[in-house]
Nanobody, 116 residues
Framework: QVQLVESGGGLVQAGGSLRLSCAAS????????LGWYRQAPGKQRELVAN???????NYADSVKGRFTISRDNAKGSVYLQMNSLQPEDTAVYYC??????????WGQGTQVTVSS
């Protein structure tokens, strides 16, 4: 069983930056895709970005050019650098791990709040 633990959330003013980190433990060699999803109050959970073992990335249109996802395969870690944050980025952010593409394992979530 892969376990994921997020860190780095918090409160930031609009235009600011935050960096989320996620550490995976367990059989990390089985993980292909690592990613971040988010869920804002009253909204459905949505993909923010993901990255496969080869480094190919995928971003939601709403974060392209502002967020950058990266990973460390040796550590089983994934990061999300978030710049130019806006109030609409406020959500609980979840780290995910998939054996092929779709998330199989989820972290507990970390709150990101952007004030205007």
């Amino acid at each position: 069983q892969v376990q994921l633990v997020e860190s780095g959330g918090g409160l930031v003013q609009a235009g600011g930056s935050l960096r989320l980190s996620c550490a995976a433990s367990g059989p990390i060699s089985i993980i292909n895709t690592l990613g971040w999803y988010r869920q804002a109050p009253g909204k459905q959970r949505e993909l923010v970005a993901n990255i496969n073992r080869g480094g190919i990335t995928n971003y939601a249109d709403s974060v392209k050019g502002r967020f950058t996802i990266s990973r460390d395969n040796a550590k089983g870690s994934v990061y999300l650098q978030m710049n130019s944050l806006q109030p609409e980025d406020t959500a609980v952010y979840y780290c995910t791990a998939g054996l092929i593409y779709s998330p199989r394992f989820w972290g507990q979530g970390t709150q990101v709040t952007v004030s205007s």
